[in-house]
């Protein structure tokens, strides 16, 4: 046991040196172009089933609580890291948005994004307080996501917006202290207004992405509490992404649109969401009213309703890294999707 433990702590103890050497080694500049792109302190390892922590995450960290850090070098390692983010193209007709996110090397931080344009709304991203429930957090993040500001100018090529940064700091009253200014600094956005989003996000199609949706479809029932209206029982068709990505799939993403047929014939269509086909954590159930809930249970009555699922262009501006999207489509027998949603 006692040997058990010296190896333990050796074992940590080696790690330990290993990320104090590698944060003694790296510059600023080093870290900066290390920091991963999702904002995160690291990434997760497929190989080992661990996560593993990016040294180059507390260099930069620490510069910032030292006040070590330039102008340039806050504006790099924002846009490196999706802290602002805008799309250089953007269709006309539809109000300019940007996403705003946290992310570990700035630490709690609250941020606010003050327009050069009249008439525009601000932008923000406010941090929780530690000990938040994950749906608050999750619901913070996706409001920051995605934020209107306005209209884009007419004849504009670009627009001047201020980011002001604002340390936390949680005391008890949460509120008690006033968060306290630590940078603020100008972004150009160039943006090229477009007639069409097949300028924005591509259009592609090939059998491969066609299986890869088809495969990854399956029906389940369950109650539906936020459907409107609420229901005890329904269809609910699911998609997950395929947990080992073909590299054909990389920036791609899928707007669905959801045909229900019976006996061939069109009974209604609905909207689905629009998901990344390159990311195995992405995942979607979306109520299917137009199906009777006797299909459960009926296999005579299931032998008539059929899905197809198509590709469209609705709801992809905020999926922010994605530059092409999925165009085809796929008809699949509800008996088949309830076979799956079984296994």
């Keep these: 046991m006692h040997c058990h433990a010296l190896v333990t702590s050796l074992l940590v ?21 290390r920091l991963p792109r999702d904002g995160s302190g690291g990434h997760w390892d497929e190989r080992t089933r661990k996560w593993v922590h990016e040294p180059a995450v507390d260099v930069v960290r620490e510069h910032v609580a030292d006040g070590n850090i330039s102008d340039e ?34 630490g709690d931080a609250n941020l606010k994004l003050l327009p050069r344009v009249r008439g525009w709304r601000s932008g923000s991203y406010d941090a929780l307080p530690p000990g938040m429930c994950a749906f608050r957090y999750g619901l913070a993040a996706s409001n920051a996501d995605y934020q209107e500001l306005g209209s884009w100018p007419e004849r504009a090529e670009s627009v001047l917006v201020d980011l002001v940064v604002e340390r936390v700091s949680y005391t008890i009253p949460f509120d008690s202290e006033q968060p306290l200014r630590i940078w603020s600094g100008t972004f150009e956005l160039s943006v090229r207004e477009v007639l069409s989003m097949d300028a924005i996000v591509a259009p592609v199609q090939s059998e491969e992405l066609d299986r890869v949706v088809a495969d990854g479809l399956t029906l389940e029932f ?23 990505l073909p590299i054909a799939l990389e920036g791609v993403a899928a707007s669905f649109t959801i045909d ?32 009777p809930n006797a299909i459960e249970y009926d296999e005579s009555e299931r032998a008539r309703f059929s899905l197809r699922v198509r590709g469209s262009d609705h709801d992809l501006l905020g999926l922010w890294d994605v530059s092409r999207r999925w165009r085809g ?3 699949i027998p509800v008996s088949e999707l309830v076979a799956r949603g079984r296994e």
């Design 222 to 244: 369950g109650r539906a509490r936020h459907s409107d209206p609420p229901r005890d029982r329904a269809a609910f068709l699911a998609f997950r992404s395929p947990r080992f």
């Design 329 to 331: 489509s796929v008809t």
């Design 73 to 106: 070098q806050w504006r790099r390692a924002i846009l490196r890291t999706g802290v602002l983010r805008w799309r250089d193209a953007w269709p006309v007709g539809t109000e300019f948005a940007v996403s705003m996110r946290q992310a570990v090397w700035l």
């Design 13 to 33: 103890m080696t790690v330990s040196i290993a990320s104090a050497r590698a944060q003694t080694t790296l510059t600023l500049d080093e870290a900066i172009d």
């Design 260 to 291: 229900v047929l019976r006996d061939e014939e069109l009974v209604s269509s609905i909207r689905g969401p629009a998901v990344r086909l390159d990311d195995p954590t992405e995942t979607f159930a979306t109520v299917v009213a137009a199906l």
